[in-house]
């Protein structure tokens, strides 16, 4: 089982570049979520989607897009690259029955640096 | 808001001491569920628990094992006989049934076990 596949696993870019982080679960989740971890800050959510064609924002949205066309994709967008999206990126996602939080599976992770 | 506080940033300890990695949490919510994720150096995260709000027992899984209070809203995480394996990351996230499915993680306690 592949579980939570992130790609790229690296990634550079220049100040103003847009790109696309790609996540793909083959689980049937219908929850998925993108973190970005930085230094003394845990985790922090950018967007969350509890299925296909609902999305929505988390704590830290600003500079991301995301779309959720089927279960199995969740891409996050970055628009205009800038310096401090410079951090690594965490897909995630998890079964949702109603309210109950069975925890996540995440995937790899993506070292996004913005120079 | 829910918070959750790891105050302890790094933690030393020498092989076959025992730690105690201590996790503290905020919310108003009475259903809510608490884990722990396991970042090492290569950076995936690993699931180790999920606790919901209702069950206060400790929990112990060969040489880990979790102490969770209601009173002192605490769920510390102890290792009995580290190992340098052991050395990595150690996130304690919260979610909550109003808030759905959304992790809120603490910013995380550095281990490093030395031989």
């Known amino acids: 089982n592949a579980g939570v596949t992130q790609t790229p696993k690296f990634q550079v870019l220049k100040t103003g570049q847009s790109m696309t982080l790609q996540c793909a679960q083959d689980?049937?989740?219908?929850?998925m979520s993108w973190y970005r971890q930085d230094p003394g800050m845990g985790l922090r959510l950018i967007h969350y989607s509890v299925g296909a064609g609902i999305t929505d924002q988390g704590e830290v949205p600003n500079g991301y897009n995301v779309s959720r066309s089927t279960t199995e994709d969740f891409p996050l967008r970055l628009l205009s690259a800038a310096p401090s999206q410079t951090s690594v990126y965490f897909c995630?996602?998890?079964?949702?029955?109603?309210?109950?939080?069975?925890?996540?599976?995440f995937g790899s992770g993506t070292r996004l640096t913005v120079v | 808001a829910q918070k959750v506080t790891q105050a302890q940033t790094e933690i030393s300890v020498v092989e076959k001491e025992d730690v105690t990695l201590d996790c503290v949490y905020e919310t108003r919510d009475t259903t809510y569920y608490l884990f722990w994720y396991k970042q090492p150096p290569s950076g995936e995260l690993v699931f180790l628990i999920r606790?919901?709000?209702?069950?206060?027992q400790n929990e112990i899984s060969g040489r880990y094992s979790w102490n969770f209070q209601k009173s002192t809203s605490s769920f510390n995480f102890t290792i009995t006989a580290s190992q340098v394996v052991d050395s990595a990351v150690y996130f304690c996230a919260l979610s909550v049934e109003e808030y759905g499915n959304k992790l809120v993680f603490g910013a995380g306690t550095i281990l490093r076990v030395k031989s």
């Open positions: 606790r919901n709000s209702f069950d206060e």
């Open positions: 995630a996602s998890s079964r949702l029955v109603g309210t109950e939080n069975y925890g996540y599976t």
């Open positions: 689980m049937n989740h219908e929850y």
